[in-house]
Protein backbone atom coordinates (compact mmCIF):
# COMPACT_ATOMS: atom_id res chain seq x y z
CA UNK A 1 0.00 0.00 0.00
CA UNK A 2 1.60 3.15 -0.82
CA UNK A 3 1.15 7.12 1.23
CA UNK A 4 -0.60 7.51 4.12
CA UNK A 5 -2.27 3.77 4.42
CA UNK A 6 -0.38 1.31 5.77
CA UNK A 7 -0.66 -2.62 5.98
CA UNK A 8 -0.13 -3.58 9.50
CA UNK A 9 0.41 -6.61 11.55
CA UNK A 10 -0.78 -6.90 15.02
CA UNK A 11 0.92 -9.50 17.14
CA UNK A 12 -1.30 -10.33 19.54
CA UNK A 13 -5.13 -10.47 20.37
CA UNK A 14 -4.62 -9.04 24.01
CA UNK A 15 -6.85 -6.17 25.04
CA UNK A 16 -3.71 -3.70 23.99
CA UNK A 17 -3.52 -5.26 20.48
CA UNK A 18 -7.61 -5.32 20.03
CA UNK A 19 -7.66 -1.52 20.82
CA UNK A 20 -4.43 -1.20 18.33
CA UNK A 21 -6.26 -2.71 15.46
CA UNK A 22 -9.60 -0.79 16.12
CA UNK A 23 -7.95 3.10 16.10
CA UNK A 24 -5.62 1.63 13.02
CA UNK A 25 -9.20 0.38 11.29
CA UNK A 26 -10.31 3.55 12.06
CA UNK A 27 -7.85 5.62 10.61
CA UNK A 28 -7.85 3.98 7.29
CA UNK A 29 -4.98 1.30 7.98
CA UNK A 30 -5.10 -2.34 6.79
CA UNK A 31 -4.56 -4.52 9.46
CA UNK A 32 -3.92 -8.16 10.36
CA UNK A 33 -4.08 -9.44 13.94
CA UNK A 34 -2.53 -12.63 14.76
CA UNK A 35 -2.83 -14.75 18.26
CA UNK A 36 -1.12 -17.72 18.62
CA UNK A 37 -4.18 -18.34 21.10
CA UNK A 38 -7.39 -20.64 19.67
CA UNK A 39 -9.64 -17.12 21.32
CA UNK A 40 -9.00 -13.89 20.62
CA UNK A 41 -8.28 -11.41 23.83
CA UNK A 42 -5.35 -12.72 25.91
CA UNK A 43 -5.69 -12.74 29.03
CA UNK A 44 -9.38 -11.84 29.04
CA UNK A 45 -10.12 -15.32 28.66
CA UNK A 46 -13.30 -16.87 29.46
CA UNK A 47 -13.79 -20.36 31.05
CA UNK A 48 -16.91 -21.85 31.43
CA UNK A 49 -18.65 -25.98 32.89
CA UNK A 50 -21.88 -26.93 34.15
CA UNK A 51 -23.53 -23.86 34.20
CA UNK A 52 -20.50 -21.67 35.69
CA UNK A 53 -18.67 -19.16 33.65
CA UNK A 54 -15.52 -17.70 34.68
CA UNK A 55 -13.55 -14.60 33.45
CA UNK A 56 -10.46 -15.95 33.60
CA UNK A 57 -7.98 -12.81 33.73
CA UNK A 58 -8.63 -9.63 34.41
CA UNK A 59 -12.17 -8.93 36.10
CA UNK A 60 -11.93 -5.10 37.64
CA UNK A 61 -12.60 -2.60 35.27
CA UNK A 62 -11.54 1.16 35.74
CA UNK A 63 -11.21 4.27 34.12
CA UNK A 64 -13.91 3.38 31.06
CA UNK A 65 -13.25 6.62 29.30
CA UNK A 66 -9.93 4.56 27.76
CA UNK A 67 -12.89 2.40 25.90
CA UNK A 68 -14.88 5.10 25.16
CA UNK A 69 -11.99 7.01 23.46
CA UNK A 70 -11.63 4.19 21.47
CA UNK A 71 -15.09 3.53 20.18
CA UNK A 72 -15.24 7.20 19.15
CA UNK A 73 -12.40 6.71 17.21
CA UNK A 74 -14.20 5.09 14.60
CA UNK A 75 -17.60 7.07 15.48
CA UNK A 76 -19.32 4.46 17.49
CA UNK A 77 -21.15 4.59 21.19
CA UNK A 78 -19.15 2.31 23.57
CA UNK A 79 -22.87 2.09 25.24
CA UNK A 80 -24.11 0.34 22.15
CA UNK A 81 -21.45 -2.76 22.73
CA UNK A 82 -21.12 -3.11 26.20
CA UNK A 83 -23.56 -3.04 29.20
CA UNK A 84 -21.13 -1.63 31.70
CA UNK A 85 -22.85 -1.52 35.38
CA UNK A 86 -21.35 0.94 37.85
CA UNK A 87 -20.15 -1.23 41.47
CA UNK A 88 -20.33 1.02 44.95
CA UNK A 89 -19.39 0.09 47.32
CA UNK A 90 -16.45 -1.05 45.16
CA UNK A 91 -14.28 -3.18 47.57
CA UNK A 92 -15.24 -5.45 50.58
CA UNK A 93 -12.08 -5.87 52.83
CA UNK A 94 -11.62 -8.25 55.54
CA UNK A 95 -8.70 -8.36 57.58
CA UNK A 96 -6.54 -10.55 59.28
CA UNK A 97 -7.79 -9.13 62.93
CA UNK A 98 -11.46 -10.63 62.05
CA UNK A 99 -12.81 -6.82 61.11
CA UNK A 100 -14.27 -5.84 58.39
CA UNK A 101 -14.30 -2.53 55.62
CA UNK A 102 -15.87 -1.60 52.52
CA UNK A 103 -14.20 0.72 50.41
CA UNK A 104 -16.65 3.53 48.90
CA UNK A 105 -16.41 5.92 46.05
CA UNK A 106 -17.18 8.61 47.48
CA UNK A 107 -14.39 10.13 49.71
CA UNK A 108 -16.25 12.23 52.10
CA UNK A 109 -18.28 9.43 52.79
CA UNK A 110 -14.86 7.18 53.08
CA UNK A 111 -13.37 9.66 55.13
CA UNK A 112 -16.62 9.52 57.61
CA UNK A 113 -16.20 5.73 57.76
CA UNK A 114 -12.57 5.38 58.16
CA UNK A 115 -13.01 7.85 61.07
CA UNK A 116 -15.66 5.66 62.61
CA UNK A 117 -13.47 2.51 61.74
CA UNK A 118 -10.26 3.74 63.69
CA UNK A 119 -11.26 6.53 65.70
CA UNK A 120 -8.97 9.50 67.00
CA UNK A 121 -5.86 9.33 64.69
CA UNK A 122 -6.77 11.29 61.66
CA UNK A 123 -7.49 9.00 58.68
CA UNK A 124 -10.42 10.53 57.54
CA UNK A 125 -8.42 13.59 57.17
CA UNK A 126 -5.99 11.67 56.18
CA UNK A 127 -7.62 10.10 53.63
CA UNK A 128 -9.21 13.49 52.26
CA UNK A 129 -5.25 14.56 51.93
CA UNK A 130 -4.32 11.31 50.23
CA UNK A 131 -7.27 11.30 47.32
CA UNK A 132 -6.16 15.20 46.64
CA UNK A 133 -2.75 14.97 46.32
CA UNK A 134 -3.62 11.68 44.26
CA UNK A 135 -5.76 13.80 42.15
CA UNK A 136 -2.42 15.94 41.68
CA UNK A 137 -0.80 13.24 40.45
CA UNK A 138 -3.24 12.10 38.02
CA UNK A 139 -3.33 15.86 36.70
CA UNK A 140 0.09 15.35 36.24
CA UNK A 141 0.05 11.83 34.66
CA UNK A 142 -2.67 13.11 32.26
CA UNK A 143 -0.06 16.18 31.05
CA UNK A 144 2.99 14.51 30.77
CA UNK A 145 2.46 10.57 30.79
CA UNK A 146 -0.64 9.50 29.56
CA UNK A 147 -2.17 9.71 25.57
CA UNK A 148 1.62 9.59 23.77
CA UNK A 149 4.50 7.77 23.23
CA UNK A 150 7.00 8.03 26.19
CA UNK A 151 10.16 6.10 26.44
CA UNK A 152 12.03 7.81 29.40
CA UNK A 153 11.58 10.97 31.40
CA UNK A 154 12.87 13.16 28.16
CA UNK A 155 10.24 12.04 26.32
CA UNK A 156 7.83 13.91 28.65
CA UNK A 157 8.95 16.95 29.55
CA UNK A 158 10.40 19.79 27.25
CA UNK A 159 13.83 20.40 28.78
CA UNK A 160 13.56 23.97 27.06
CA UNK A 161 10.07 24.49 28.78
CA UNK A 162 11.89 23.12 32.15
CA UNK A 163 12.28 26.80 33.49
CA UNK A 164 8.14 27.19 33.52
CA UNK A 165 7.12 27.66 36.61
CA UNK A 166 4.25 24.90 35.87
CA UNK A 167 6.23 22.66 34.95
CA UNK A 168 8.73 22.90 37.59
CA UNK A 169 5.50 22.64 40.27
CA UNK A 170 4.79 19.69 38.45
CA UNK A 171 7.71 17.48 38.88
CA UNK A 172 7.86 18.81 42.43
CA UNK A 173 4.40 17.23 43.02
CA UNK A 174 5.95 13.90 41.58
CA UNK A 175 7.41 13.74 44.90
CA UNK A 176 9.99 11.57 43.29
CA UNK A 177 12.20 9.55 45.93
CA UNK A 178 9.44 8.70 47.90
CA UNK A 179 7.39 5.54 47.51
CA UNK A 180 3.80 4.29 47.37
CA UNK A 181 3.47 2.79 50.68
CA UNK A 182 5.22 5.95 52.32
CA UNK A 183 3.39 7.74 51.11
CA UNK A 184 0.00 6.31 52.13
CA UNK A 185 1.20 5.85 55.96
CA UNK A 186 2.41 9.65 55.88
CA UNK A 187 -1.31 10.11 55.55
CA UNK A 188 -3.34 7.26 56.54
CA UNK A 189 -2.31 5.70 59.72
CA UNK A 190 -4.46 3.02 60.72
CA UNK A 191 -2.18 -0.30 59.26
CA UNK A 192 -5.56 -1.97 58.04
CA UNK A 193 -6.28 1.43 56.05
CA UNK A 194 -2.75 1.27 54.46
CA UNK A 195 -2.88 -2.18 54.02
CA UNK A 196 -6.44 -1.76 52.06
CA UNK A 197 -4.71 1.09 49.83
CA UNK A 198 -1.57 -0.07 49.29
CA UNK A 199 -3.44 -2.77 47.02
CA UNK A 200 -3.95 0.05 44.35
CA UNK A 201 -0.22 -0.90 43.53
CA UNK A 202 -1.54 -4.60 43.10
CA UNK A 203 -3.17 -3.72 39.90
CA UNK A 204 0.04 -3.08 38.43
CA UNK A 205 1.77 -5.57 40.31
CA UNK A 206 4.00 -4.08 42.22
CA UNK A 207 5.69 -3.44 45.58
CA UNK A 208 3.95 -0.50 47.31
CA UNK A 209 7.59 -0.08 49.01
CA UNK A 210 9.50 -0.09 45.90
CA UNK A 211 7.06 1.66 43.89
CA UNK A 212 7.66 5.62 43.12
CA UNK A 213 4.57 7.81 44.90
CA UNK A 214 3.48 8.77 41.34
CA UNK A 215 1.22 5.55 41.14
CA UNK A 216 -0.61 6.77 44.50
CA UNK A 217 -2.36 8.15 41.27
CA UNK A 218 -4.75 5.04 40.46
CA UNK A 219 -6.87 5.43 44.07
CA UNK A 220 -8.02 9.35 42.80
CA UNK A 221 -8.80 7.57 39.48
CA UNK A 222 -11.06 4.92 40.80
CA UNK A 223 -12.60 7.55 43.44
CA UNK A 224 -13.29 9.56 40.34
CA UNK A 225 -14.22 7.19 37.44
CA UNK A 226 -15.77 4.34 39.59
CA UNK A 227 -15.52 0.63 39.39
CA UNK A 228 -17.59 -1.29 36.49
CA UNK A 229 -18.50 -4.82 35.33
CA UNK A 230 -19.54 -5.49 32.23
CA UNK A 231 -22.69 -7.60 31.65
CA UNK A 232 -21.47 -11.33 30.79
CA UNK A 233 -18.29 -10.58 32.26
CA UNK A 234 -14.74 -8.86 31.00
CA UNK A 235 -14.29 -11.46 28.47
CA UNK A 236 -17.43 -8.87 27.01
CA UNK A 237 -14.43 -6.11 26.52
CA UNK A 238 -12.40 -8.50 24.63
CA UNK A 239 -15.33 -9.32 22.56
CA UNK A 240 -16.48 -5.85 21.91
CA UNK A 241 -13.45 -4.42 20.69
CA UNK A 242 -13.28 -7.56 18.71
CA UNK A 243 -16.55 -6.75 17.05
CA UNK A 244 -15.25 -3.44 16.26
CA UNK A 245 -11.71 -4.10 14.77
CA UNK A 246 -13.81 -6.78 12.38
CA UNK A 247 -16.50 -4.03 11.49
CA UNK A 248 -13.50 -1.58 10.74
CA UNK A 249 -11.97 -4.24 8.03
CA UNK A 250 -9.02 -6.12 10.06
CA UNK A 251 -8.37 -9.66 9.70
CA UNK A 252 -8.18 -11.18 13.06
CA UNK A 253 -6.11 -14.28 12.83
CA UNK A 254 -6.37 -17.04 15.83
CA UNK A 255 -3.86 -19.79 15.94
CA UNK A 256 -1.56 -18.17 14.30
CA UNK A 257 2.27 -17.94 16.60
CA UNK A 258 4.77 -15.32 14.59
CA UNK A 259 8.38 -16.23 15.56
CA UNK A 260 10.48 -13.28 14.52
CA UNK A 261 9.86 -10.17 12.04
CA UNK A 262 11.64 -9.67 8.16
CA UNK A 263 13.81 -7.17 8.51
CA UNK A 264 15.94 -5.08 6.33
CA UNK A 265 18.48 -2.18 6.80
CA UNK A 266 16.55 -2.27 10.32
CA UNK A 267 13.50 -1.73 9.33
CA UNK A 268 10.67 -3.69 9.20
CA UNK A 269 9.17 -5.98 5.96
CA UNK A 270 6.77 -8.50 7.10
CA UNK A 271 6.35 -11.08 9.75
CA UNK A 272 7.44 -14.42 9.93
CA UNK A 273 5.02 -16.98 10.74
CA UNK A 274 5.59 -19.98 13.11
CA UNK A 275 5.14 -22.43 10.21
CA UNK A 276 7.44 -20.65 8.16
CA UNK A 277 5.82 -18.94 6.05
CA UNK A 278 6.21 -14.95 5.61
CA UNK A 279 4.26 -11.84 5.27
CA UNK A 280 5.19 -8.68 3.98
CA UNK A 281 3.49 -5.75 5.72
CA UNK A 282 4.65 -1.68 6.00
CA UNK A 283 4.45 -1.76 9.82
CA UNK A 284 3.99 -4.31 12.90
CA UNK A 285 2.16 -3.78 16.13
CA UNK A 286 4.07 -6.13 19.09
CA UNK A 287 1.49 -7.14 21.88
CA UNK A 288 3.86 -9.65 23.04
CA UNK A 289 5.88 -8.78 26.20
CA UNK A 290 8.12 -6.20 24.83
CA UNK A 291 11.17 -7.42 25.83
CA UNK A 292 10.58 -10.72 24.55
CA UNK A 293 9.80 -8.98 21.79
CA UNK A 294 13.23 -7.33 21.47
CA UNK A 295 14.43 -10.80 22.52
CA UNK A 296 12.97 -13.35 20.06
CA UNK A 297 11.40 -11.29 17.14
CA UNK A 298 13.96 -8.56 16.81
CA UNK A 299 16.94 -10.20 18.30
CA UNK A 300 20.76 -9.56 17.99
CA UNK A 301 22.03 -6.65 19.70
CA UNK A 302 18.68 -4.70 19.76
CA UNK A 303 17.53 -7.42 21.74
CA UNK A 304 20.13 -7.91 24.06
CA UNK A 305 20.58 -4.45 24.90
CA UNK A 306 16.74 -4.61 26.48
CA UNK A 307 17.79 -7.88 28.45
CA UNK A 308 20.58 -5.54 30.20
CA UNK A 309 18.34 -2.76 30.75
CA UNK A 310 17.50 -4.56 34.00
CA UNK A 311 13.54 -4.59 33.93
CA UNK A 312 11.82 -7.02 36.24
CA UNK A 313 9.11 -8.79 35.60
CA UNK A 314 5.99 -7.45 37.45
CA UNK A 315 4.24 -10.18 39.74
CA UNK A 316 2.69 -13.54 39.03
CA UNK A 317 -0.25 -15.21 40.98
CA UNK A 318 -2.25 -18.96 41.30
CA UNK A 319 -6.19 -18.20 40.83
CA UNK A 320 -8.42 -20.43 41.95
CA UNK A 321 -12.01 -20.66 39.74
CA UNK A 322 -14.74 -22.72 42.47
CA UNK A 323 -18.04 -23.20 41.31
CA UNK A 324 -19.79 -23.50 44.33
CA UNK A 325 -23.15 -24.71 45.17
CA UNK A 326 -24.18 -22.06 47.55
CA UNK A 327 -23.22 -18.56 47.20
CA UNK A 328 -22.02 -16.32 50.11
CA UNK A 329 -24.34 -13.64 50.98
CA UNK A 330 -21.59 -11.67 52.92
CA UNK A 331 -19.47 -11.27 50.51
CA UNK A 332 -19.53 -8.15 47.53
CA UNK A 333 -18.87 -8.78 44.14
CA UNK A 334 -15.05 -7.25 44.58
CA UNK A 335 -13.35 -8.43 48.17
CA UNK A 336 -9.98 -8.61 49.46
CA UNK A 337 -8.98 -11.00 52.03
CA UNK A 338 -5.56 -9.22 53.60
CA UNK A 339 -2.83 -11.03 54.63
CA UNK A 340 -1.98 -11.18 58.50
CA UNK A 341 1.04 -8.28 57.53
CA UNK A 342 1.59 -6.04 54.70
CA UNK A 343 5.59 -6.05 54.90
CA UNK A 344 5.82 -9.81 55.14
CA UNK A 345 3.63 -10.54 52.22
CA UNK A 346 5.46 -8.20 49.79
CA UNK A 347 8.62 -9.02 51.22
CA UNK A 348 8.05 -12.56 50.27
CA UNK A 349 6.48 -11.88 46.91
CA UNK A 350 9.04 -8.92 45.89
CA UNK A 351 12.33 -9.70 47.42
CA UNK A 352 12.48 -13.12 48.62
CA UNK A 353 10.71 -14.30 45.47
CA UNK A 354 8.66 -16.93 47.31
CA UNK A 355 5.15 -17.39 47.83
CA UNK A 356 3.91 -15.27 51.18
CA UNK A 357 3.00 -17.94 53.28
CA UNK A 358 0.17 -15.97 54.62
CA UNK A 359 -1.04 -14.67 51.54
CA UNK A 360 -3.61 -11.58 50.35
CA UNK A 361 -6.66 -13.25 48.76
CA UNK A 362 -9.09 -11.15 46.20
CA UNK A 363 -12.26 -12.30 45.19
CA UNK A 364 -14.69 -12.09 42.77
CA UNK A 365 -18.51 -12.85 43.04
CA UNK A 366 -19.85 -11.72 40.34
CA UNK A 367 -23.53 -13.49 40.73
CA UNK A 368 -24.92 -10.27 42.72
CA UNK A 369 -24.43 -8.58 39.64
CA UNK A 370 -24.63 -11.09 36.83
CA UNK A 371 -26.61 -14.44 37.60
CA UNK A 372 -25.81 -15.84 34.56
CA UNK A 373 -22.73 -16.60 35.91
CA UNK A 374 -23.44 -19.63 37.82
CA UNK A 375 -26.41 -22.01 37.83
CA UNK A 376 -29.35 -20.40 40.54
CA UNK A 377 -28.02 -19.84 44.02
CA UNK A 378 -24.57 -20.61 43.26
CA UNK A 379 -21.36 -18.53 42.63
CA UNK A 380 -18.75 -18.53 40.17
CA UNK A 381 -16.00 -17.78 42.87
CA UNK A 382 -12.28 -16.56 41.32
CA UNK A 383 -9.82 -16.12 44.05
CA UNK A 384 -6.46 -15.08 43.29
CA UNK A 385 -3.47 -14.79 45.27
CA UNK A 386 -0.44 -12.93 44.18
CA UNK A 387 2.83 -14.72 43.89
CA UNK A 388 6.74 -13.89 42.59
CA UNK A 389 7.47 -14.58 39.42
CA UNK A 390 8.73 -17.52 37.69
CA UNK A 391 12.42 -18.32 39.31
CA UNK A 392 14.17 -21.26 37.68
CA UNK A 393 13.28 -23.77 40.82
CA UNK A 394 9.77 -22.68 41.34
CA UNK A 395 7.81 -26.14 40.01
CA UNK A 396 4.25 -25.39 40.30
CA UNK A 397 2.94 -28.79 39.82
CA UNK A 398 4.68 -29.78 42.77
CA UNK A 399 3.75 -26.38 45.17
CA UNK A 400 -0.07 -25.99 43.72
CA UNK A 401 -1.35 -28.42 46.06
CA UNK A 402 0.06 -26.80 49.43
CA UNK A 403 -0.40 -23.66 48.42
CA UNK A 404 -4.16 -24.32 47.47
CA UNK A 405 -4.75 -25.74 50.67
CA UNK A 406 -3.22 -21.90 51.98
CA UNK A 407 -5.18 -20.14 50.04
CA UNK A 408 -8.60 -21.97 51.06
CA UNK A 409 -7.67 -22.28 54.36
CA UNK A 410 -7.15 -18.21 54.63
CA UNK A 411 -10.63 -17.90 52.96
CA UNK A 412 -11.94 -20.50 56.18
CA UNK A 413 -9.98 -18.20 58.99
CA UNK A 414 -10.18 -14.35 57.34
CA UNK A 415 -13.30 -14.48 55.36
CA UNK A 416 -15.85 -16.35 56.98
CA UNK A 417 -16.25 -19.32 55.07
CA UNK A 418 -15.52 -22.26 57.02
CA UNK A 419 -17.67 -24.22 54.69
CA UNK A 420 -15.39 -23.38 50.98
CA UNK A 421 -14.39 -27.02 50.33
CA UNK A 422 -17.98 -28.17 50.97
CA UNK A 423 -19.26 -26.16 48.57
CA UNK A 424 -17.17 -26.76 45.35
CA UNK A 425 -18.79 -28.50 43.28
CA UNK A 426 -16.65 -27.41 39.86
CA UNK A 427 -12.40 -26.43 40.08
CA UNK A 428 -9.99 -25.26 38.01
CA UNK A 429 -7.02 -23.56 38.55
CA UNK A 430 -4.33 -21.59 36.63
CA UNK A 431 -0.62 -21.21 37.97
CA UNK A 432 2.61 -19.20 37.40
CA UNK A 433 3.70 -21.53 34.91
CA UNK A 434 -0.02 -22.05 33.25
CA UNK A 435 0.26 -18.34 32.75
CA UNK A 436 3.39 -18.17 31.26
CA UNK A 437 2.72 -20.67 28.53
CA UNK A 438 -0.60 -19.12 27.60
CA UNK A 439 0.22 -15.66 27.08
CA UNK A 440 4.04 -15.82 26.21
CA UNK A 441 4.86 -13.72 29.13
CA UNK A 442 7.79 -12.74 31.07
CA UNK A 443 8.12 -15.33 33.60
CA UNK A 444 4.96 -15.66 34.51
CA UNK A 445 4.11 -12.21 34.80
CA UNK A 446 0.51 -10.86 35.28
CA UNK A 447 0.91 -7.63 34.64
CA UNK A 448 4.20 -7.16 32.33
CA UNK A 449 6.88 -4.95 33.81
CA UNK A 450 6.81 -4.07 37.84
CA UNK A 451 7.39 -0.25 38.61
CA UNK A 452 10.26 -0.76 40.68
CA UNK A 453 12.53 2.18 41.64
CA UNK A 454 11.42 5.43 43.48
CA UNK A 455 12.67 7.41 40.98
CA UNK A 456 11.96 6.38 37.13
CA UNK A 457 9.98 2.99 37.79
CA UNK A 458 6.81 4.23 36.14
CA UNK A 459 8.97 3.86 32.79
CA UNK A 460 8.79 1.41 30.30
CA UNK A 461 9.61 0.48 26.82
CA UNK A 462 8.14 3.19 24.50
CA UNK A 463 5.51 2.70 22.17
CA UNK A 464 7.46 3.44 18.96
CA UNK A 465 10.80 1.51 19.05
CA UNK A 466 13.73 3.61 18.70
CA UNK A 467 15.76 0.95 17.08
CA UNK A 468 13.48 -0.69 14.63
CA UNK A 469 11.79 1.37 12.06
CA UNK A 470 8.31 0.57 11.73
CA UNK A 471 7.91 -1.25 14.67
CA UNK A 472 5.44 -0.20 17.44
CA UNK A 473 5.08 -1.67 20.82
CA UNK A 474 1.39 -2.43 23.10
CA UNK A 475 -0.18 -3.77 26.16
CA UNK A 476 1.06 -4.35 29.69
CA UNK A 477 5.30 -4.68 29.09
CA UNK A 478 4.86 -1.60 27.47
CA UNK A 479 3.75 2.20 28.25
CA UNK A 480 2.26 3.52 30.46
CA UNK A 481 1.53 0.05 31.85
CA UNK A 482 -0.58 -3.10 32.66
CA UNK A 483 -4.15 -3.35 33.36
CA UNK A 484 -7.33 -3.13 31.55
CA UNK A 485 -7.03 0.74 30.67
CA UNK A 486 -3.77 1.45 30.33
CA UNK A 487 -3.08 -1.68 27.86
CA UNK A 488 -6.03 -0.25 26.00
CA UNK A 489 -4.05 2.88 26.18
CA UNK A 490 -0.96 1.81 25.27
CA UNK A 491 -2.88 0.48 22.08
CA UNK A 492 -4.38 3.54 20.84
CA UNK A 493 -0.67 4.99 21.56
CA UNK A 494 0.72 2.73 19.00
CA UNK A 495 -1.47 3.21 16.75
CA UNK A 496 -1.43 6.93 17.11
CA UNK A 497 2.67 6.95 16.79
CA UNK A 498 1.85 4.95 13.95
CA UNK A 499 -0.51 6.44 12.34
CA UNK A 500 1.22 9.80 12.67
CA UNK A 501 4.61 8.51 11.20
CA UNK A 502 2.54 7.32 8.23
CA UNK A 503 1.59 11.21 7.13
CA UNK A 504 4.89 12.38 8.60
CA UNK A 505 8.24 12.48 7.29
CA UNK A 506 9.45 9.72 9.68
CA UNK A 507 8.56 6.41 8.21
CA UNK A 508 9.96 7.60 4.83
CA UNK A 509 13.37 7.61 6.10
CA UNK A 510 13.04 4.06 7.11
CA UNK A 511 11.78 3.16 3.28
C1 LIG B 1 -5.26 -13.56 36.65
C2 LIG B 1 -5.24 -12.14 36.17
C3 LIG B 1 -5.98 -11.17 36.81
C4 LIG B 1 -5.97 -9.85 36.38
N1 LIG B 1 -6.79 -8.94 36.97
C5 LIG B 1 -6.91 -7.69 36.44
C6 LIG B 1 -7.93 -6.81 36.86
O1 LIG B 1 -8.77 -7.17 37.69
N2 LIG B 1 -8.01 -5.58 36.30
C7 LIG B 1 -7.15 -5.19 35.33
O2 LIG B 1 -7.27 -4.05 34.84
N3 LIG B 1 -6.17 -6.01 34.88
C8 LIG B 1 -6.05 -7.25 35.41
N4 LIG B 1 -5.14 -8.13 34.90
C9 LIG B 1 -4.15 -7.62 33.96
C10 LIG B 1 -4.73 -7.53 32.56
O3 LIG B 1 -5.38 -8.72 32.24
C11 LIG B 1 -3.61 -7.32 31.58
O4 LIG B 1 -2.84 -6.16 31.93
C12 LIG B 1 -4.12 -7.14 30.17
O5 LIG B 1 -5.25 -7.91 29.86
C13 LIG B 1 -2.98 -7.51 29.26
O6 LIG B 1 -3.26 -7.12 27.96
P1 LIG B 1 -2.12 -7.12 26.88
O7 LIG B 1 -2.59 -6.24 25.79
O8 LIG B 1 -0.81 -6.80 27.51
O9 LIG B 1 -2.10 -8.58 26.28
P2 LIG B 1 -2.21 -10.07 26.82
O10 LIG B 1 -3.51 -10.29 27.46
O11 LIG B 1 -0.97 -10.45 27.54
O12 LIG B 1 -2.26 -10.82 25.42
C14 LIG B 1 -1.17 -10.93 24.57
C15 LIG B 1 -1.54 -11.96 23.54
O13 LIG B 1 -0.49 -12.03 22.58
C16 LIG B 1 -0.31 -13.37 22.22
N5 LIG B 1 1.05 -13.51 21.71
C17 LIG B 1 2.20 -13.21 22.39
N6 LIG B 1 3.26 -13.43 21.59
C18 LIG B 1 2.77 -13.86 20.41
C19 LIG B 1 3.38 -14.24 19.19
N7 LIG B 1 4.70 -14.22 19.02
N8 LIG B 1 2.58 -14.64 18.17
C20 LIG B 1 1.23 -14.66 18.30
N9 LIG B 1 0.61 -14.31 19.45
C21 LIG B 1 1.37 -13.91 20.48
C22 LIG B 1 -0.55 -14.15 23.49
O14 LIG B 1 -0.95 -15.46 23.18
C23 LIG B 1 -1.70 -13.35 24.12
O15 LIG B 1 -2.94 -13.88 23.71
C24 LIG B 1 -5.15 -9.48 35.30
C25 LIG B 1 -4.39 -10.45 34.64
C26 LIG B 1 -4.46 -11.78 35.05
C27 LIG B 1 -3.68 -12.84 34.29
Known amino acids: MSGSTKTVAVIGGGLGGLASACVLGARGHKVTLYDKNDWIGGKAAVFTEDGFRFDMGPTILTVPRVLERIFAEAGRDLNDYLDLRRLDPQWGCFFDDGTRFDLAENVEEMAVAMDRFAPGRGNGEGYRKFQAMSENLHGVSERFFFWKAVEDLFDTIDVRANLNPDTLRDVMSLRMGRTVAGTIRSHVKDERLAQMLDHFTQYVGSNPYGSPAVLCAIAHMQAAEGIWYPMGGTRAVAEALAKLAGELGATLKPSTEITGLDMENGAVRGVKRADGGIEPFDCVVSNMDSIRTYRELVGGDVGARYDRKGFEPACSGVVLYLGLNRRYDHILHHDFVFSRDAHEEFDYIYNKGEPAPDP ?147 LQQAS
Open 360 to 506: TAYLCAPSSTDPSVAPEGGEALYVLVHTPYLRPHHDWSQMFPAYRQVILDKLKRTAGMADIEERIVVERHLTPQDIHDRYKVLNGAIYGLASHGRFLGAFKPGNRSRDVKGLYLAGGAAHPGPGMPMVMMSGWIAADALDQDARGPA
